[in-house]
């Protein structure tokens, strides 16, 4: 048995990760996983290094990006300050083409804070059945929907008191349908453990698969301090004041682990399956990019008769997609 990272933050997510590709594919050939995934927050501009390293280590590259999401449609006048994450993998190379208009689009029609994806655009692209999608971290639409009750016998609980969550999930499942995975994490938030079980719940109730990651920010677990110094770079804050602030602080278990840490971690919240899951979203990623060759863009310029049709032309080809 062995384990595949599908949610991993290289030095690309800036002031956010601070793993090297070259370093990182080097490792994962050293704890001998097949294949490792790129997603860093809202961009793909570590892509081609990381493909790169990947390739000259012989292990399998997966592309994607933890993307910011929102409700809030492309161009509109008034935007919400809401972001939720997701993970986006492509499976293959029209996904990948995908993955890049909708990263590109939110940085060009939806940049509020944060570049972010309309939930509308992502579902449309998710049809089309060339991107796979999971759940993410704490900060995923779902967890931010469910709310937290504290009992007195079990201790902090979450609940979907109006079925939010619910009906997101329900979205997503019906335009992702198996291209969808609820990922298990494990790390200092209490909120975790309990969002955790609501996610096997919901796996159990509407038959999807669950998949295990570590939202991994550093390579190895010595590495937290360094980590810790970036993120108070980042929040212009003293080393003290950020670890002593929990609601931004990460854990020293955001590090690249093992298979059989993985594999342990799994077996604790019952999904021993979610590891064989990790190597399924391997095996389906397939993208290959030709390097040394440049792509430019294609312009018709048969679609109008002067420059000034031709760029109202393109403004609403762009609208559509």
Known sequence: ???????LHTEYSVLDGAIVPCELAAYVKELGQPAVAITDHGNLHGVIDFYKACKNSEIKPIIGSEIYCTNDEDNTE??????YHLVVLAKNNEGYRELLYLVSNANLSNFYYKPRVSMSNLLRHGANGNLIVTSACLGGPL???????????KGLT???????????????????????????????????IPYNSWLVEMAHKYDIKTTIATDAHFLKREDHRLHALMMAMQLHRTIDEYNSDNSMRYSEH??????????????????????????LIAEQCNVEIELGKSYPPVFDITKADDYQDFLAYRSALRGKN
């Open 143 to 153: 967890a931010k929907h469910l709310e937290e009750i504290t009992d007195e016998n």
């Open 78 to 83: 008034e935007k919400q300050k809401d972001n």
């Open 254 to 279: 955001n590090y690249v682990k093992s298979t059989e840490e993985m594999t342990a971690l799994a077996n604790l919240y019952g999904v021993p399956e979610a590891i064989d899951n990790t190597c």
């Open 1 to 7: 048995m062995t384990f595949v990272h599908t949610h």
């Open 158 to 192: 979450l609940r979907d008191t109006n079925q939010h969550a619910e009906k997101i999930l329900n979205n997503l499942l019906a335009s992702f349908k198996e291209n969808l995975y609820l990922e298990i994490q494990h790390n200092d938030e209490l909120k975790q």
